[in-house]
């Protein structure tokens, strides 16, 4: 850095015969350019206006590849009647529940994993503690753990956490319910607790002895002073977790049972099994092309009013590298 | 390790009595009271499980013993031997292989071209079309499955549809054996805007002068894309590589929603059946828990390898600025 900075030289104009021509950025190269953009944008909307417009095509023309649907049906919800006849998707299955769920454990579990990162992330930036350094390094080695070899054992101990609560407390909590899903992120996660604590590693440390020096208790430091302040990190980390929780097809898979108590990505493999040619019976593609839009569309809401943060939050993880 | 204290001057209190001292101060006890929560799920869902995980790899434990029908018995290293043994482990490592020789360095290269071109065209411009090219990754997986089945399905597809406007005879995507990983690739190719917001946002970072300097000394844009941009972001670029490779390791979710029915009761579908896949069978289809720890910890150990290999070969090529970094 240091040599860099010391030997670079004021770069001095050629005299004009000896310049080479510059290649000025044109116009034309440009056009060039968002052209070939423009061409790659369309292919990367594509798929998702596809499934938009597939989604409100009767059943028999998912597979017609219209731009529009040539004939408007809607799919979502409908009389309800036997197989043979066309299908709708809320009378299916439990969708309306499906949603509520996916929308209950991704928020319950982005704010716990939030709150409970940025304590543990404070108390790592802030305290000087012994055995500060070694802890944070285990912390930093469970990020690269896979998450296949803790994942039978925790089954297992949820299971037992199950027969046990339903024998003292007549309350079944463990597998066969959706705390499992949720309850983990109480305890931090070390990927947040990674990224909030380089952030409050930027917080002034006099902004927090002048707290202290106002009588404020630790805690109160933390919930005035560093929370307040990591607000666009805090964001980034629950906006991560929502989106995680959203994507998640296997611990649903592993937990749920009932199919009342389903996420919507698996209610969707429920419906995509049942209803797909190798289903057995007629395929319903309308459904299960109208189920997976109800899955992408509220990823693409969140994406578009909080667009800063995820593209800061991706970026930011990057430059940790 | 042990913290520092104010009177660090010799001679004093020995470092054990300091550490042990350090105990006795408010800071410390209100600090572990906040990493609490960390420390208990440490140990409870993360430390215990390993152990737990590594026991069971050397033991029988499957749906017998969930159910307290027959006792848990050690089997030695008859799980790992399984391992070698097992026709559908080598299918899986191989499928596994494959699918992340395609997907890596396709997404790697994809988006490094995508974010070379958006630097193109200016801030604004390059904005919008950034977002655009984000928007496939926020397409939740089990929905991405869901494409796989739709949009590459054989001649009503509408890939096949595109290729025959130009020519092609697509194929049978979803059904021949060896186009699967190909396309599970493609569409993964398609979601690459985590990959390429990390470049951009690194290919920003490349201070300008640089450029300059190289232009004056007659440096072609070419060599100047080997010798400056490259190296400059090849921290980023270990990085994304590192993060694809993991994910490619535990790819699973894109598989198992396009092409493992819930119902049934085989893996037959060995085209796509990925090492994630197949642990996931063996442990809560099959309930073979033993079996599939030893599955676990033989990922863990490729992950731990490649990680490792990586680190390494960092050392050599990536080029951190203002120095090393640990």
């Known amino acids: 850095m240091s040599i860099v900075e010391q030997a670079a030289p004021i770069p001095q104009a050629a005299p004009w015969w000896r310049r080479r021509p510059q290649p000025k950025r044109s116009w034309l190269t440009r056009a060039f350019f968002v052209v070939l953009l423009l061409f790659l944008s369309v292919i990367f909307l594509y798929p998702l206006e596809w499934l938009v417009a597939a989604a409100f095509k009767p059943r028999g023309d998912t597979f017609d590849n219209t731009f529009l649907p040539t004939h408007w049906a809607w799919n979502f919800t409908g009389p309800n009647r036997p197989q043979p006849a066309v299908q709708y998707l809320f009378n299916v299955a439990p969708v309306g529940h499906w949603i509520f769920n996916s929308f209950r454990i991704s928020f319950v579990g982005a704010f716990a994993v939030m709150l409970s990162s940025a304590l543990i992330a404070f108390a790592f930036a802030y305290f000087r503690f012994p055995m500060r350094n070694f802890l944070f390094a285990i912390l930093l080695a469970t990020m690269m753990l896979p998450n296949e070899v803790t994942m039978i054992p925790v089954y297992l101990l949820w299971n037992h956490v199950a027969t046990f609560t339903q024998d003292h407390f007549h309350y079944r909590i463990g597998t066969g319910t959706q705390y499992p899903l949720w309850v983990p992120n109480l305890f931090g996660s070390p990927f947040y607790i990674f990224l909030l604590r380089q952030f409050f590693m930027g917080i002034p440390r006099d902004y927090f002895e002048a707290a202290r020096m106002d009588g404020d208790s630790f805690f109160s430091m933390w919930r005035r002073i560093a929370l307040p302040l990591a607000k666009p990190a805090l964001i980034v980390v629950f906006i991560f977790e929502v989106q995680a929780k959203w994507f998640d097809l296997m611990n649903p898979l592993i937990y749920l049972r009932d199919e009342a108590t389903f996420t919507v990505p698996l209610g969707l493999k429920l419906i995509v099994d049942k209803f797909n040619l190798a289903g057995g019976s007629v395929p319903e593609y309308q459904v299960i092309v109208a189920g997976t839009l109800l899955l992408v569309l509220p990823m693409i809401l969140l994406f578009a009013f909080f667009q800063k943060y995820f593209i800061r939050g991706i970026a930011v993880q990057g430059r940790k590298g | ?326």
Request: proline letters at 5%; aromatic letters at 16%.
């Open chain 2, 1 to 326: 390790m042990s913290s520092v204290t104010v009177n660090g001057i010799a001679p004093g209190p020995s470092r054990a009595r300091r550490w042990l001292s350090s105990f006795r101060e408010r800071e410390t006890w209100w600090a572990y009271l906040f990493i609490l929560p960390w420390i208990f799920g440490f140990l409870v869902l993360t430390l215990g499980p390993m152990i737990f995980s590594a026991y069971y790899s050397f033991t029988n434990y499957g749906v017998q013993q969930i159910a307290g029908i027959s006792p848990t018995k050690g089997v030695g290293f008859d799980n790992y031997r399984q391992l070698l043994h097992d026709p559908y482990v080598a299918t899986a490592l191989k499928n596994t292989l494959v699918y992340g020789l395609m997907m890596v360095p396709g997404r790697l290269i994809f988006a490094l071209f995508l974010a070379l071109i958006l630097m193109r065209v200016g801030q604004r411009l390059g904005g919008i079309f950034r977002t655009i090219f984000y928007i496939p990754s926020i397409t939740p997986p089990v929905a991405v499955g869901v494409l796989v089945l739709t949009l590459f399905n054989g001649p009503f597809g509408i890939v096949d549809k595109a290729l025959g406007y130009i020519g092609i005879n697509g194929p049978y995507w979803t059904t021949e054996p060896h186009w699967i990983k190909p396309t599970i690739a493609l569409m993964d190719i398609w979601a690459c805007g985590g990959t390429m917001v990390i470049l951009l946002a690194a290919l920003y970072g490349v201070p300008r002068h640089l450029y300059e300097a190289a232009s004056m000394d007659g440096a072609s844009k070419v060599r100047q894309f080997f010798n400056i941009t490259l190296p400059m972001i090849s921290p980023a670029l270990f990085f994304c590589f590192i993060i694809l490779t993991l994910a490619a390791l535990n790819q699973f979710t894109v598989a198992y929603t396009a092409f493992f029915n819930s119902s049934q009761s085989t893996a037959t579908n060995s085209s796509a059946l990925f090492f994630s896949v197949y642990l996931f069978l063996q442990a809560f289809r099959y309930f073979n828990m033993g079996f599939a720890s030893a599955m676990a910890w033989l990922l863990f150990a490729i992950s731990m390898t490649i990680t490792g290999i990586n680190i390494l070969v960092t050392r050599r090529f990536v080029f951190y600025q203002g120095g090393a970094r640990s």
